[in-house]
């Protein structure tokens, strides 16, 4: 059984830049959330999908967008990249939204 | 105030030593308490999963809950080199909620 994977698993853009990430989640899941962990820190909240809406939205700017396939599977999207973009990219699946969730190993962007 | 607060150490420490980790919080309505293992250059990994106040244990890993002094920590008894890695507590609210995540702690354990 596959758990969550993410492709790609390393990205280098420059600035200004647009990137897309990818996220297939764990079978049996529905929900998939991305978080955005920066060196030396927590992972932070950026948004959750269930049934092909955002169900929820952490702090972060609308450059930030997603979107869910009816196969469950997820694309985070970044415009106009950052310096401070710069991070470990998380996605993470759960049976439904108010469960456990188990994450994939990452996509590390860097923008240069 | 940060809404959960976490010794990012590093914490050192020789094989076989009991591992005392801690988090606070501030916001008393985080309800599900959990602690992941992040080895580098990967995804967290669910350790432990609690509910409300107590204790729970599994293996060699004890997780403990205080809500009364909003104060969470895991213990790791008879520690492994494999043990090393960053452990990170992370909380929510009851309902669809997001995780909020300390900003974890890197242990090293030295054989």
């Known amino acids: 059984d596959a758990g969550v994977t993410q492709s790609p698993t390393h990205l280098i853009k420059t600035r200004g830049q647009q990137v897309t990430l990818r996220c297939s989640p764990k079978?049996?899941?529905?929900?998939v959330s991305w978080y955005q962990q920066a060196l030396g820190q927590g992972p932070q909240f950026i948004f959750q999908?269930?049934?092909?809406?955002?169900?929820q939205r952490g702090n972060f700017p609308d450059r930030f967008s997603g979107h869910q396939f009816p196969n469950y599977s997820s694309e985070l999207n970044v415009n106009a990249l950052l310096l401070g973009d710069s991070a470990l990219y998380l996605c993470?699946?759960?049976?439904?939204?108010?469960?456990?969730?188990?994450f994939g190993s990452g996509t590390q962007l860097s923008v240069l | 105030q940060k809404e959960v607060e976490q010794d990012p150490g590093p914490l050192s420490v020789p094989e076989g030593a009991i591992v005392s980790l801690n988090c606070t919080y501030s916001?008393?309505?985080?309800?599900?308490f959990m602690w992941y293992r992040q080895y580098s250059r990967k995804g967290p990994e669910l350790l432990m999963y609690?509910?409300?106040?107590g204790n729970k244990e599994d293996g060699r890993f004890t997780a403990q809950v205080d809500k009364s002094s909003k104060y969470i920590s895991l213990f790791i008894r008879d520690s492994q080199p494999s043990d090393s890695a960053t452990y990170l507590c992370?909380?929510?609210?009851?309902?669809?909620?997001?995780?909020?995540f300390g900003k974890g702690t890197r242990l090293s354990v030295i054989a």
């Open positions: 079978s049996g899941h529905d929900t």
């Open positions: 999908y269930y049934e092909e809406e955002e169900r």
């Open positions: 993470a699946s759960s049976p439904d939204p108010n469960e456990k969730l188990f």
């Open positions: 609690t509910y409300s106040s």
């Open positions: 992370a909380m929510k609210r009851t309902g669809n909620t997001p995780l909020v």
């Open positions: 916001n008393s309505a985080f309800q599900y």
